[in-house]
């Protein structure tokens, strides 16, 4: 009885110890499965950690990144922060119960994060910071309560920030001391929509730090914020935030930075912003603030920022401000303030940098005291009332970068302020523009102004005398204006050392002789105006050799020749002005050349010939003047595709002929004059016409047409004999009986087809047109080989070469590399795309080459002017303001056509500059289908393993493969920011914390050369106030094509219609 008794007990040991074995065998089998699920989810490891690590046949608490506890051996840790892994997080991880610590920061994950995590309820570490997450912030994180640390920051998070977060009374965020109440909270650069819970501020009474910019909350700033008496840093700016600012907010008495600029707060600035004397930055610009600016400011003797630009406050500026000694920063610009200035206000300043004042009412003469602000590099005044004597103590600001003192009613005896301004070695921008009591000449010491200066503004300031001869030596000078004074003299040849030299305006002087031969060494010179003053002579046919101008303008002068012929390379000529001068000989049959022009004013010369053709290619001039010479010939039929035309004036030439009725299609045309000439026949009545007066038409005896024309009625000349009717019934009948026989013959053609049940083959996949067919020797001959010098570029699934057939016609061949996986499929896709498919932006095939499984190619058009790419990131290449927006045009126009112009949509899933090519005439081509997806009728989107190329990928086809015409909305919301601000999204800038899509929405209220290409705005006055608005009017369209959500994205036939808006009020603002 005893052993039995024995028997048992061992017995039930044995049992006991096997069945904890096989417990823990099985929850660590658990934790090993949940990682695995975890590495299967990791699509890119780039340093191999996984991969080489995380096998089976290594222990799991052994494996990189894994932690284990020591009592039950479970997985405690997981940490795989700044390891650039690219994935999503499975529901798997879940499992992982014993888990306390998931640090993931500084990867690429991307999707939302699964609902298995609340699992976790012993996490007291949670960083995900710097990823791609997505979708809503999880409500169930505020089950997590044992949270001491919640990194969400720099993700794509949207919705409202859940009142759960309250719940989490132990979370600390950035590793504060244990068993605190969270100090810090970080959601900034998300998409977080809403109002700021109230909720969460109700238990944040430790709350120091609170960042919510760069988002879309809305309403009002919530009154408990008061509550968090130990907050330090308040930054809500870039929402949509409304209201007044609480007057309590001075009772946050331990507060240093608060930043609430662009949003949509109104109402004063409370006085109790006084009682913050810790106060270090204080921004509120680009709000609707009204009132004063309180003085109580300047009681804040720890400021260094303050920034109350872009408001509607009034009044003087409160004196107080200027004699806080920490400011190194005052932006007071854009507002209504009016008074004087201190005269002290630059003795107590001496970490002063920057002071904007510009655009107020301010009056008499600034303070030359600033000239003891020692520090200071930015000093703009402009667009105010200053008046008095610009002071020679400006010399002693020797760290000065940028002086603006444009639009004021500054004096300067002698200029003499320019000698103590060479002390200035720095200085890069220099405007004083529109002060027309400056008198004087400009002396000869101009040239020793500072090696870095850029940009040189003097417009209307009464400047008499010469060009000083020393302007040559400032070589790093881009653009110079000294139009609208009183200059006499030649233009000094020295100007041709001005090898950077991008704008040169001299127009409205009194300036002779010719223009020197020296200016057509300016190879990088896009702006020359030079219109009205006395230069003579021929127009120098070198200039036709800066293939980089955009704006010739050259009219009122006395030049004598006719337009030099090499004028056709300049083929990126945007404004053409040689009106009232004495040009004479026949206008330029290679008119068409010019593909580019909006603008052409030929007007007041002596031209003599017939109105060639060919300008009916000028597709997007909308300014068009002839008038007062001695044209001839009819108006050609073929104005009337010029569709962008708002200007038409050919008065007073010899013209004849009849008024095409093609012109009645010019629905934009609202100037069209053709009085004086000898016009006949009755005049078109549709279109605009029905809005042109009398004074368009008077001085053609011939014309008829309205009464209210003042012209003679038409009469209508009746059919008067039998042979008359029978013509008619000839010339009306016969054409429609042949007609019905065509439409007959095509029925009985195509029904025919129908009965058959072939199937095409692969030549029959492309439209050879009258093409022969091109073999395999003739590529390999016409292409040197596939020779390595005829490689125009590669991809990922081939090559493309330049070749040239015995004919001489030229093409590009796409040579597939059969030996990589989905070449075959690539090649496939792009014959069944390209075959159904033509539009004028779009990469046209010629034919194909195919050898069953050895050689497949696709023969291209060959397209001159390279890449998108090219032209964006080459110093060899420049492309204006407006070519860029023409470019984009083109490519939404081929987009729209894809996605909406055909019976099966068709999504192009790579959108990117190198995928757009300019042809001869900048015109943009689309190209490379290797990955686009055909959507069947009833399918809006579609599902794929192919990824296409990443910083344009839409986050739905990253995360989850899902292909739509949505996700080429998203890449071209990121190619029209790329392109303005010549900055690719895999930029190593963007490698950190940034992408361009949060660079460009954080930077786009800032001055705007932060974020957009410089070049785009180096240009003055309205040329460049037009070039703002519209590279910010781009920006913005791409900000809404990158939505996160597909939902929110335009389809492109709304995106075409906003960039042709984009267009026209540019044109209108910049003309």
Request: net charge neutral; aromatic share 8%; hydrophobic share 40%.
């Amino acid at each position: 009885m005893a052993n039995t008794f024995l028997n048992l007990v061992l017995l039930i040991i044995l049992h006991s110890s096997m069945a904890t074995f096989s417990l823990k065998s099985t929850t660590l089998l658990t934790d090993q499965s949940a990682l695995l699920a975890f590495k299967d989810h990791i699509s890119h490891d780039p340093e191999n950690v996984l991969a080489t690590n995380w096998s089976v046949s290594v222990p799991v608490c052994n494996w990189f990144g894994v932690s284990c506890g020591s009592k039950h051996r479970r997985v405690t840790a997981l940490n795989l922060s700044g390891l650039g892994l690219v994935g999503t997080l499975p529901p798997h991880l879940g499992n992982l119960s014993f888990l306390s610590i998931l640090s993931i920061s500084d990867n690429s994950f991307h999707g939302t994060l699964p609902v298995q995590l609340s699992n976790l309820l012993r996490l007291k570490h949670l960083t995900f910071g710097n990823n791609s997450f997505s979708g809503a912030i999880p409500s169930w994180l505020g089950s997590l309560t044992r949270l001491r640390k919640l990194i969400l920051y720099k993700n794509s998070f949207q919705g409202v920030i859940p009142p759960s977060l309250g719940n989490l009374s132990k979370l600390e965020m950035l590793g504060l001391e244990e068993n605190q109440i969270i100090e810090y909270i970080d959601f900034s650069v998300n998409n977080l929509t809403g109002y700021i819970p109230t909720e969460m501020l109700d238990h944040l009474p430790n709350l120091k730090v609170l960042y919510l910019s760069g988002n879309k909350l809305s309403g009002r700033v919530p009154a408990n914020l008061l509550k968090c008496k130990e907050l330090q840093v308040l930054s809500i700016a870039y929402n949509q935030l409304e209201g007044n600012l609480l007057g309590e907010i001075g009772n946050l008495s331990m507060l240093q930075a608060l930043l609430i600029d662009h949003n949509h707060f109104e109402g004063e600035i409370p006085k109790q912003i006084g009682n913050l004397t810790l106060l270090r930055y204080f921004g509120c610009s680009h709000n609707n603030h009204t009132g004063t600016i309180p003085h109580q400011i300047g009681n804040l003797k720890s400021l260094e920022v303050l920034l109350v630009g872009a408001n509607n406050f009034v009044g003087h500026i409160p004196p107080a401000i200027f004699n806080s000694s920490t400011l190194s920063l005052i932006g007071l610009n854009l507002n209504q303030l009016t008074g004087r200035l201190p005269s002290t206000m630059g003795l107590w300043l001496p970490n002063l940098e920057g002071l904007y004042l510009s655009v107020n009412h301010l009056m008499d003469s600034f303070p030359m005291s600033i000239s003891n602000a020692s520090k200071l590099t930015l000093l703009d005044i402009s667009n105010n009332y200053f008046s008095g004597s610009i002071s020679d103590d400006l010399g002693n600001l020797r760290n000065l970068k940028k002086l603006n003192m444009e639009d004021n009613n500054l004096t300067s005896l002698g200029m003499s302020f320019l000698s103590s301004l060479t002390n200035c070695r720095g200085l890069e921008y220099l405007s004083f523009d529109s002060n027309p009591l400056i008198s004087g000449e400009l002396p000869g010491l101009l040239g020793n102004l500072s090696d870095s200066l850029r940009i040189f503004y003097a417009f209307g300031c009464s400047i008499s005398g010469t060009i000083p001869s020393e302007l040559g030596n400032l070589s790093s000078l881009i653009s110079v204006h000294l139009a609208g004074n009183k200059l006499t003299g030649s233009i000094p040849t020295t100007i041709g050392r001005l090898k950077e030299l991008q704008g040169l305006s001299l127009q409205d002087n009194n300036l002779e002789g010719s223009i020197p031969f020296e200016l057509c060494r300016l190879n990088k010179l896009a702006f020359l105006s030079l219109t009205n003053n006395k230069l003579s002579g021929p127009i120098p046919a070198c200039l036709g050799n800066l293939i980089s101008l955009r704006n010739l303008i050259l009219g009122s002068n006395m030049f004598s020749s006719s337009i030099p012929s090499t004028f056709t390379s300049l083929t990126d000529l945007l404004i053409l002005n040689l009106s009232s001068n004495s040009l004479s000989g026949p206008l330029p049959i290679a008119f068409g050349k010019w593909k580019v022009l909006i603008s052409m004013d030929l007007s007041n010369n002596q031209f003599s010939s017939d109105i060639p053709t060919v300008v009916a290619d000028l597709k997007d001039l909308t300014y068009f003047s002839l008038s007062n010479n001695r044209i001839t010939g009819p108006i050609p039929e073929s104005f009337g595709e010029m569709l962008s035309l708002e200007f038409l004036d050919l008065s007073r030439n010899n013209l004849s002929g009849e008024i095409p009725k093609s012109l009645e299609k010019l629905r934009y045309l609202k100037h069209f004059n053709v009085s004086f000439n000898r016009l006949e026949g009755k005049i078109p009545e549709g279109g605009s016409f029905g809005s042109y007066s009398m004074e368009s038409f008077k001085g053609n005896k011939a014309l008829c047409g309205a009464p209210r024309l003042h012209v003679r009625s038409c009469k209508t000349k009746p059919l008067r004999n039998s042979k008359a009717r029978t013509k008619l019934i000839l010339y009306v009948a016969l054409p429609i009986a042949s007609a019905l026989l065509v439409v007959a013959i095509i029925i009985i053609i195509l029904r025919g087809r129908r009965r058959k049940d072939k199937l095409p083959t692969q030549e029959d996949l492309l439209p050879l047109g009258t093409w022969k067919r091109i073999s395999y020797q003739e590529l390999l001959r016409a292409t040197d080989g596939f020779s390595q010098s005829k490689l125009l570029g590669s991809g990922s699934y081939g090559s493309v070469y330049h070749g040239t057939l015995s004919d001489g016609i030229t093409f590009a061949v796409k040579v597939f590399k059969l030996e990589l996986e989905g070449a075959f499929k690539s090649f496939d896709v792009e014959c069944e795309v390209l075959r159904n498919i033509r539009h004028r932006n779009l990469i046209k095939v010629i034919s194909s080459c195919s050898n069953d499984s050895d050689f497949k190619a696709l023969v291209l058009e060959f397209i001159p002017n390279g890449s998108l790419d090219k032209w964006l990131y080459s110093n060899n290449h420049f492309l204006d303001i407006l070519q860029r927006l023409n470019i984009m045009i083109d490519i939404a126009s081929a987009l729209e056509y894809l996605h909406h112009g055909n019976e099966t949509p068709i999504v192009h899933c790579d959108l990117k500059p190198s995928n757009v090519l300019l042809d001869e005439d900048m015109v943009a081509h689309l190209s490379d289908f290797g990955i686009a997806k055909l959507l069947c009728n009833e399918d809006s989107m579609i599902q794929t393993m192919t990824m296409a190329t990443v910083g344009y990928m839409a986050p739905e086809y990253g995360i989850d493969g899902i292909v739509s015409t949505k996700g080429d909305v998203y890449s071209f919301g990121i190619l029209l920011m790329e392109t303005v601000a010549s900055k690719k999204p895999t930029d190593e800038m963007f490698a950190g914390e940034r992408s361009l899509k949060s660079w460009v929405k954080e930077s786009i209220s800032t001055p705007l050369d932060q974020v957009v290409d410089m070049n785009l705005i180096s240009a003055n006055g309205r040329e460049r106030s037009a070039a703002n608005d519209c590279a910010l009017s781009i920006l913005q369209v791409g900000l809404d094509c990158s939505a996160e959500l597909p939902d929110e994205r335009n389809d492109m036939k709304e995106i075409v219609t906003k960039l042709k808006k984009i267009k026209m009020k540019f044109l209108k603002d910049r003309y």
